[in-house]
């Protein structure tokens, strides 16, 4: 009944800037933690950013600094701006959600689809 839905991953040259959205539905009591995660071809899948809202957020060491994470609450919406793109951030950028879906039951994570970020010139 939940579901995640990535848009703007793209094509873009190296120093290039996108945009990524992420956007939680269906049966939403509260989501805890909306974050990114990236696997590229070989590799493991890894963690980008999360945050819990209220101005709170981790980054890993390879995007701090050029990555921004944020959180509509309103709209139940994460987006991932990332900035000075380098080839090596090429991957399938995942969004994930930490949500209950109504008072009873516990969180419980969700993927989305993914979508793909390329950085090539």
């Known amino acids: 009944q939940v579901q995640l839905v990535e848009s703007g991953g793209g094509l873009v040259q190296p120093g290039g800037s996108l945009r990524l959205s992420c956007a939680a539905s269906?049966?939403?009591?509260?989501?805890?933690?909306m974050g990114w995660y990236r696997q590229a071809p070989g590799k493991q899948r890894e963690l980008v950013a999360t945050?819990?809202?209220?101005?709170?957020?981790n980054y890993a060491d390879s995007v701090k600094g050029r990555f921004a994470i944020s959180r509509d609450n309103a709209k139940n919406t994460a987006y991932l701006q990332m900035n000075s793109l380098k080839p090596e951030d090429s991957a399938v950028y995942y969004c994930?959600?930490?949500?209950?879906?109504?008072?009873?039951?516990?969180?419980?994570?969700?993927w989305g689809q993914g979508t793909q970020v390329t950085v090539s010139s």
């Open positions: 994930n959600a930490i949500i209950r879906m109504n008072s009873i039951v516990g969180p419980v994570a969700y």
């Open positions: 269906g049966s939403i009591f509260s989501i805890l933690v």
């Open positions: 945050t819990t809202g209220g101005g709170t957020a």
